[in-house]
């Protein structure tokens, strides 16, 4: 099956740390470019980070540079998002999505134009 399988979320305080992973199965998944959006209650679904697995390249948006590190690991199939730092504002359910496309250095945070594939989403709290 082709699908998208993301976990790690959880409850944490305010400056701690979260590990996110996102699975990948039935697609060449080191051609393929994998994001992380996050959607918090009555907001829209904003782009996290995304990393070009075909050149590892890597993107972030302003808001968690610095706190945030996207990786890849090819051999297991599996985009890992570490979350340090962690604030209140983080709180969101986490999506992955995968692409065989990279939309650009000032389009890739676009979530409706990463048509392939989503996952389901992982809850993010964070308490303050």
């Known amino acids: 099956d082709v699908q998208l399988q993301a976990s790690g979320g959880g409850l944490v305080q305010a400056g701690g740390s979260l590990r996110l992973s996102c699975a990948a199965s039935g697609f060449a998944f080191d051609a393929y470019t994998i994001g992380w959006f996050r959607q918090a209650p009555g907001k829209g679904r904003e782009g996290v980070s995304c990393i070009t697995n075909s050149d590892g390249n890597t993107y972030y948006a302003s808001s968690v540079k610095g706190r945030f590190t996207i990786s890849s690991d090819n051999a297991k199939n599996t985009v890992h998002l570490q979350m340090d730092s962690l604030k209140p504002e983080d709180t969101a359910v986490y999506y992955c999505?995968?692409?065989?496309?990279?939309?650009?250095?000032?389009?890739?945070?676009?979530?409706?134009?990463?048509?392939?594939?989503w996952g389901q989403g992982t809850q993010v709290t964070v308490s303050s």
């Open positions: 999505a995968a692409d065989p496309y990279f939309l650009g250095e000032t389009h890739w945070d676009s979530a409706r134009d990463w048509t392939f594939l």
